[in-house]
């Protein structure tokens, strides 16, 4: 008797040691691999140019403008190929030229999202062939669990479609990728952090948060990227404001483009986060 005893005692703790070295191991590969992303994440924020460069531009010279000052119609010498320095933010080819290193160094890179006061969230976007890429891989392609933020392989990464898609992960307890996005559940900060950052590697926008809501993957169309037309658009954007928990009192009509954000969440058994929000262009 009490040799089975002793068996099952040691069957038992067998177990629960063989349990706990397991946990031991997930445990580590994920703060593995939590510090070779935030590495990662520094060094492309480095590669973003600071400043933009300065550029000289010619100026028209006088000869091809009406100067009632000449009376012989002759222009001042010092008006002859004059130039001015000026900062510009775009190459010849409308590329920003913050991005063009990161762009050279990773073919997949489409973007920069960052959002919070204090740049909470502050990561590069990438764009693959398909959706399951970068679920478990970094930004430079390593296998990686948090894998990266990315935008839906039907999007426009340049010119962007009707409703831009970006995801990324959210795991129970931890605060990478896009984790912190669970701060929108509270209404006071959901309304101070009603804006946030998004460029392209050709523009920049500011992007106005009109609904964000919880939802099952199975209960509404919420991944659409691409719409019929002005109608169906619009009862997209109106279903979503009809869900949303906070009322950030921004109005979207059918000329605009959006970009919605979608993360695991975990309020609810199979719980998605949705924010959605209005992409206004900067200077222009």
Same mark, same amino acid.
């Given at each position: ?32 691999? #939590? ?23 010619a ?58 006061e ?20 970094s ?23 009707r ?26 900060? #959901? ?7 998004? #460029? ?10 009109? #609904? ?12 659409e ?46 719980a ?13």
């Amino acid at each position: 008797m009490k040799n089975a005893q002793t068996k099952l005692l040691i069957a038992i703790v067998s177990i629960f040691t063989v349990g706990a070295i397991i946990s031991g191991i997930v445990i580590l590969g994920y703060s593995a691999d #939590a510090k070779r992303l935030e590495g990662l994440n520094e060094k492309m924020a480095a590669e973003i140019f600071k400043t933009e460069p300065v550029v000289s531009i010619a100026l028209p010279t006088q000869s091809s403008q009406t100067d009632d000052s000449h009376t012989d119609g002759a222009p001042d010498e010092a008006d002859d190929n004059s130039t001015v320095s000026v900062l510009t933010s775009h190459n010849s080819e409308g590329y920003l030229y913050k991005f063009l290193n990161l762009k050279h160094q990773y073919e997949d890179f489409v973007g920069w999202i960052t959002i919070g006061e204090n740049d909470e969230i502050n990561l590069p976007v990438m764009q693959a062939e398909d959706n399951e890429y970068y679920l478990d891989r970094s930004y430079d392609g390593d296998e990686n669990r948090y894998g990266a933020v990315f935008m839906d392989y039907l999007n426009d990464p340049t010119e962007l479609s009707r409703n831009t898609f970006l995801y990324g992960h959210h795991y129970l307890g931890d605060d990478h990728i896009f984790a912190k996005l669970e701060k929108y559940h509270k209404e006071a900060y #959901a309304l101070e952090n009603s804006a946030y950052y998004f #460029a392209t590697v050709k523009d920049e926008y500011e992007c106005q948060i009109f #609904a964000s809501y919880l939802i099952t993957p199975d209960s509404w169309r919420y991944y659409e990227v691409s719409f019929v037309d002005d109608e169906d658009f619009m009862d997209y954007v109106n279903s979503a404001i009809e869900r949303s928990d906070v009322d950030y009192g921004v109005t979207v009509s059918a000329e605009d483009k959006i970009i919605s954000l979608s993360t695991c969440d975990y309020t609810f058994d199979g719980a998605r986060q949705l924010i959605h929000a209005k992409l206004v262009k900067k200077n222009g």
